[in-house]
């Protein structure tokens, strides 16, 4: 009887078209975006910027920049030009700042920059600076010369950076987008049909006619919530498979961090268990609030903000170095989702951080399973 | 066959109560066609998930066949058969033959009585040509007649419909009305609801007329138009409501 709910409730829910776009074809929509993404944010390949400079600027002036990409705008109006978006910084020289070079006067230079929320500009911005300083040095030295004067009075010392994660820095990218694209999508994969399998089934009255069978209200329950955690799974690890496949075939800085990865095969293995885990956790929330609404729309006006509240983790997580992650991290639900993922896709297995999140996941689903399970034997909740 | 005693039914609607039943009591034997009147809100849907074991009463209890309704459940949803609306309890994307199949399945029926019962359904609704299309693209009618047979696929001896013809064309309210004839010939109870007076006329034996949660007139259609001496259920309808008392009337 179990078996035979379930497997028409798939088969179901599987003629829903939206439910085949949300499962397949949103992941590998939103996947392949992103994973260009980040292999362009990876590649080494540098971006050329627009520099706004005004019109009748000299040669000479702008061959400061011409070891970076810049492609000069030449305006009237170099500020115009950034707020049109034609350009993304922007550089105002002195009328005399060759001369004024020379003679040894102060000169001035206005750097204008862009749109600060805009990668590119603050990028452009960070560039311009660099060559100007590089600029400024060259003149300084090229003074101490003249006056005789050691370069080395004016440097006492050198800084070198290093990052010491830099090797990872493409599992580090892929540990942020990862969890965010794969929760997403199991949410939106698998809400449809927990909309459809209570909330739905009321509209339509099915619910009646099921319980005039002499199926058990238990054995009801249990089915849907089998399938839409099964169809949350399945989104979850066709999204996986699709990043696999992307990263396999279409990169090759990303391609070249995971196979640099040690226990690849078992951290992905890892992965799509917590996909899975996670999968049937978010199954038992979608199914309450598919429970307590009385239409498909109302189902979906309760469960849209559950699904943002799985963004939140993202805006903690952000600012936290995979090796700050605490205890607390891994054990609250959705957010040990996000902390577990981050930790195993640069390469660090924790078996107590992955028990923790698998035993946490695994008892919140169950507490709210009981809960769906007790508003599902009452009356109120199952016929409107 | 259907033994109706006393039920009471009240809801709690956040801090509010609703009595959506009162002490109601009546009977129904084995082949008598039952009309349920009564207004919007009169309780009708009310009663008839009672007797279908979807709802607890309050008080009372109600006997099908002689099960409890609470007590009992599984035994009596083997032998009753209901149809909320008239053309409702369907799944869209499967098609006619998947939703009977289905329902088939969780009563239990083996493949081969479900086979021979879809056919006899077919045949009898006249379904042959779109068994094999999905519902989604199905008119009313075409739901209805299938809505109809998958309330049927068991085989039940007592069928309840609630108001089975609203929203439906004349077309179809005169298949469902043909259909009763059909099965009142095979010997079902039937109980249905409805407001419109001219089909409970023209399809039942008695009637229950529910007013605000109360039955206001349980008894055989006939002799109601010999007391009233009125042949006009339309009529005889309002003026008990009116000879009820001002609680009657709203
Ligand atoms: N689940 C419920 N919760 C609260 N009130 C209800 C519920 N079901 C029905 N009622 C109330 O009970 C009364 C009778 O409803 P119903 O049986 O649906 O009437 P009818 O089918 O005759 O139109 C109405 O006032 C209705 O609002
Ligand atoms: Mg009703």
Redo the contacts with the bound molecule.
């Keep these: 009887m179990f078996l035979k709910m379930f497997f028409k409730e798939m088969k179901d829910s599987f003629r829903d078209r939206r439910t085949l776009l949300l499962t397949v074809v949103l992941p590998l929509i939103m996947m392949t975006a992103l994973v260009f993404y980040y292999e362009s944010l990876l590649s080494d390949d540098e971006q050329t910027y627009n520099l706004a400079v005004e019109k009748g600027t000299s040669e000479e002036i702008l061959s400061i920049f011409s070891t970076e990409n810049f492609n000069f705008v030449e305006t009237d109006d170099p500020e115009f030009a950034i707020e049109e978006g034609e350009a993304h910084t922007g550089i105002l020289f002195d009328d005399q700042f060759t001369e004024k070079v020379e003679t040894h006067q102060q000169a001035t230079v206005k750097v204008i920059s862009g749109d600060s929320f805009s990668q590119n500009a603050s990028n452009a911005n960070a560039q311009v600076m660099a060559a100007l300083q590089q600029y400024e040095q060259a003149i300084v030295n090229e003074r101490l010369t003249n006056e005789n004067i050691d370069q080395q009075l004016m440097t006492p010392f050198q800084i070198e950076q290093e990052e010491i994660t830099d090797d990872n820095a493409g599992m580090a990218l892929l540990g942020t987008l990862i969890p965010l694209i794969l929760v997403l999508a199991i949410g939106i994969g698998a809400s449809p049909s927990a909309s459809d399998l209570f909330a739905g089934e009321k509209e339509k009255k099915t619910m009646e006619a099921l319980l005039m069978t002499p199926v058990k209200r238990s054995t009801m329950i249990m089915s849907k919530w089998l399938t839409i955690s099964a169809i949350g799974s399945i989104t979850g690890i066709v999204t996986l498979i699709v990043v696999a496949l992307e990263i396999q075939f279409m990169t090759e800085n990303l391609k070249d961090a995971v196979a640099s990865t040690e226990n690849i095969g078992l951290i992905i293995g890892i992965v799509a268990g917590i996909t899975i885990i996670y999968a049937t956790f978010l199954a038992s929330i979608l199914m309450v609030t598919s429970i307590m609404a009385k239409t498909i729309k109302e189902s979906q006006s309760y469960s849209t903000p559950v699904m943002m509240l799985g963004m939140f983790p993202i805006m903690i997580l952000t600012s936290v170095g995979t090796s700050e992650l605490e205890f607390h991290h891994f054990v609250i639900p959705i957010l040990n989702i996000f902390s577990s993922l981050k930790e195993l896709l640069v390469g660090v297995i924790d078996w107590e951080h992955i028990f923790i999140t698998v035993g946490s996941n695994l008892i919140a689903m169950i507490i709210i399973f009981i809960i769906g399970r007790i508003m599902f034997l009452k009356?109120?909740w199952v016929?409107? | 066959m259907i033994e109706i005693n006393e039920v009471t039914?009240r809801?709690?609607?956040k801090k509010k109560y609703?009595?959506?039943?009162k002490h109601v009591s009546f009977t129904v034997e084995e082949g008598e066609v039952v009309g349920l009147l009564?207004?919007?809100?009169?309780?009708?849907?009310?009663?008839?998930?009672a007797i279908a074991t979807l709802l607890h009463p309050t008080d009372g209890t109600i006997k099908v066949a002689g099960y409890d309704t609470v007590k009992q459940p599984n035994d009596i949803k083997k032998k009753i058969g209901v149809l909320f609306g008239g053309e409702t309890g369907l799944y869209d994307r499967l098609t006619a033959r998947e939703n009977l199949e289905y329902f088939a399945s969780l009563y239990n029926l083996s493949k081969h009585e479900t086979k021979v019962r879809i056919d006899e359904l077919t045949k009898m609704f006249g379904m042959r040509d779109y068994l094999d299309r999905k519902v989604d693209g199905f008119s009313k009618g075409m739901r209805q007649k299938l809505a109809i047979s998958r309330t049927l696929i068991h085989e039940p001896d007592i069928i309840l419909f609630?108001?089975p013809t609203t929203g439906l064309d004349i077309t179809a309210a005169n298949v469902f009305r043909q259909l009763v004839h059909q099965l009142k010939q095979q010997g079902k109870t039937i109980i249905f609801?409805s407001h419109i007076m001219e089909e409970v006329q023209m399809l039942c034996d008695s009637v229950a007329m529910?007013h605000k949660?109360e039955l206001i007139y349980h008894g055989n259609i006939e002799k109601l138009y010999e007391e009233e001496n009125n042949e006009d259920l339309n009529y005889i309808f309002m003026s008990k409501l009116v000879r009820g008392g001002s609680d009657y009337v709203s």
Excluded: H, P, W, Y
Excluded at chain 2, 42 to 48: I, M, P, R, V
């Design positions: 009356d109120k016929m409107n | 039914k809801f709690q609607d609703v009595t959506a039943l009564g207004e919007n809100g009169a309780g009708k849907t009310t009663l008839l998930r609630d108001e609801s529910i949660g």
